[in-house]
């Protein structure tokens, strides 16, 4: 099973599925043991083809720490908060998430993006 962590404390995942924004992105860093990695993988990737198919969902892309790192951050781009939470909140994502190795933990969180001047655009 999947431990949920939050990324910031302070808000976690359920205070951001409250908020509205539109585009959302979504990262959530996991850890899990080495020898867990295939079993971590394999989940990850049945509930990337689910969430692909599910409305307002737009891109994913998994990334893995280097240097002898057991960490994977995910970031997925969604339309809407509102688009993310219908489908983290789903109960075929909730129970799939049992799928998941005992030492897979994941700290998901929503960003927004900020414009800057001359560097980031909104």
């Known amino acids: 099973m999947l431990n949920l962590r939050p990324l910031d404390p302070a808000c976690p995942i359920d205070q951001q599925l409250q908020s509205t924004a539109d585009p959302v992105v979504l990262v959530n860093l996991f850890s899990v043991a080495e020898a ?4 971590l993988m394999s989940a990850w990737e049945k509930d990337a083809n689910w ?8 891109s994913t892309q998994l990334h893995r720490a280097i240097g002898g790192s057991h960490m994977f951050m995910n970031y997925a781009v969604w339309e809407s908060v509102e688009s993310f939470r219908d ?3 789903h109960p075929d994502f909730v129970s799939a998430l049992a799928a998941y190795p ?3 933990v994941a700290q998901p969180h929503l960003f927004a993006k900020v414009a800057v001047p001359n560097l980031c655009a909104a």
Request: charged content about 10%; glycine content about 6%; hydrophobic content about 45%.
């Open 36 to 39: 867990d990695i295939p079993a």
């Open 51 to 58: 969430m692909k198919q599910q409305p307002g969902f737009l």
């Open 102 to 104: 005992s030492s897979a």
């Open 87 to 89: 489908a983290f909140t």
